[in-house]
């Protein structure tokens, strides 16, 4: 059985306190999180600049607790945690929250003669629920 930190559980739990979850508890967040994908919310700027927004407040208000867990795990000094990844997170959620727009435009595209007077474009959007594994 995998067992993962429960995200539910409150982040202010020590890393040595902190319950388990369960796989029936993974499958249920994954299961809500491509409910909330299919359901179209995801694509919308506000609701992007929100979560962007959140990770950012979120690295303000929990910056201690961040460097306690990574100092409890990987022996990593407050400065260091602070400076290779609260910090560098944040900037770089600050940055995608500030080139977000620009980045959902259409971007028009030639067409092969045979296409024209039609007019071709290209938009990027998100493909689904990921899994990110990161140091």
């Known amino acids: 059985m995998t067992?993962?930190?429960?995200?539910?559980?409150?982040s202010r739990l020590t890393p040595e306190r902190r319950p388990e979850a369960t796989e029936e508890q993974v499958r249920q967040?994954?299961?809500?999180?491509?409910?909330?994908?299919?359901?179209g919310r995801t694509?919308?700027?506000?609701?992007?600049?929100?979560?962007?927004?959140?990770?950012?407040?979120l690295l303000d208000e929990c910056e201690s607790e961040i460097?306690?867990?990574?100092?409890?795990d990987l022996g990593r000094p407050a400065h260091d945690a602070w400076l290779g990844d609260v910090a560098s997170t944040k900037a770089e959620a600050t940055y995608a929250r500030k080139h977000l727009r620009r980045w959902m435009r259409r971007r028009r595209t030639g067409l092969p003669l045979n296409m024209l007077p039609g007019r071709g474009?290209?938009?990027?959007?998100?493909?689904?629920?990921?899994l990110v594994i990161g140091p």
């Open 3 to 10: 067992s993962v930190a429960d995200p539910a559980a409150s």
């Open 67 to 72: 460097a306690d867990a990574l100092a409890a």
């Open 121 to 130: 474009f290209y938009q990027y959007e998100p493909l689904g629920t990921v």
């Open 29 to 39: 967040a994954v299961e809500r999180l491509r409910a909330t994908f299919a359901g």
């Open 43 to 57: 694509k919308q700027l506000h609701w992007r600049l929100e979560q962007l927004a959140s990770i950012e407040r």
